[in-house]
């Protein structure tokens, strides 16, 4: 069975300090998918990570795959109060119909 | 237009009553799917639908009843719910090729109903 893990499970931190935030995954996969999810909303796609070494950045957040070690990593950096939000990880099912979420991290900046 | 919609955007309902989540995508996808999303929980897959028919049944229970009339179209229909099924019902989609969904292809998630019953 496939099962995705993240941690941490909830993340408070300062802004303007920096974080990273892991995604690992039981199964061999070469795709990871990252999402946010603000209070009551739906799911944004952040970043498709598509083969070992992936790496892409939009503003604050740089995603990362690492297909060997089965782990993503979603750094912060110099983090405002927007970016707080819950924040999920998706690896393809083994039958690639669909997505195994991991179970989100919960992001809140302090100003 | 990358854009997923749902109606309604809230529902509340009693046990007893029927009534149905629709969600529209017209970016050509032929997969689609309903997932539940409970509280600070990751969306829970129920249905996917391929080619409008029926791939994926998470073990649904038959309260819930899914229909796909065309490819642009997605119908949750409910009947005699629990309370417990209170959540946020999330429609999304995204392209397929052959048996399966075009892997590196994100899935684009409508915006939810939720629904209450009381």
């Known amino acids: 069975e496939l099962k995705v893990e993240q941690n941490p499970l909830f993340l408070s931190m300062q802004e303007g300090k920096n974080y990273t935030i892991y995604c690992n995954y039981s199964?061999?996969?070469?795709?990871l998918y990252w999402y946010r999810q603000d209070p009551g909303k739906s799911l944004e796609s952040l970043f498709v990570l598509l083969s070992n070494g992936a790496v892409k950045q939009e503003g604050r957040l740089m995603a990362s795959l690492d297909t060997k070690a089965r782990l993503s990593t979603l750094h912060i950096t110099a983090a405002v109060h927007d970016l707080s939000a819950t924040y999920f990880c998706a690896v393809d099912s083994p039958y690639g119909q669909n997505f195994v979420f991991g179970p989100g991290t919960r992001l809140s900046v302090l100003p | 237009d990358t854009e997923v919609t749902q109606t309604p955007k809230h529902l509340v309902m009693g046990m007893t009553n029927k009534k149905s989540l629709k969600c529209e995508q017209h970016m050509g996808h032929r997969a689609m799917y309903w997932y539940k999303q409970k509280a600070k929980k990751p969306p829970e897959l129920m249905f996917v639908?391929?080619?409008?028919?029926?791939?994926i049944n998470e073990s649904v229970p038959s309260r819930f009843s899914p229909e796909c009339p065309n490819s642009s179209l997605l119908n949750l229909h409910l009947h005699a719910l629990q309370p417990e099924d209170s959540a946020l019902y999330l429609c999304?989609?995204?392209?397929?090729?052959?048996?399966?969904?075009?892997?590196?292809?994100?899935?684009?998630f409508g915006p939810g109903t939720r629904l209450t019953v009381l």
């Open positions: 199964t061999t996969s070469d795709r």
């Open positions: 639908y391929s080619y409008e028919k029926l791939s």
């Open positions: 999304a989609s995204n392209s397929i090729r052959g048996g399966g969904r075009v892997l590196g292809d994100t899935q684009y």
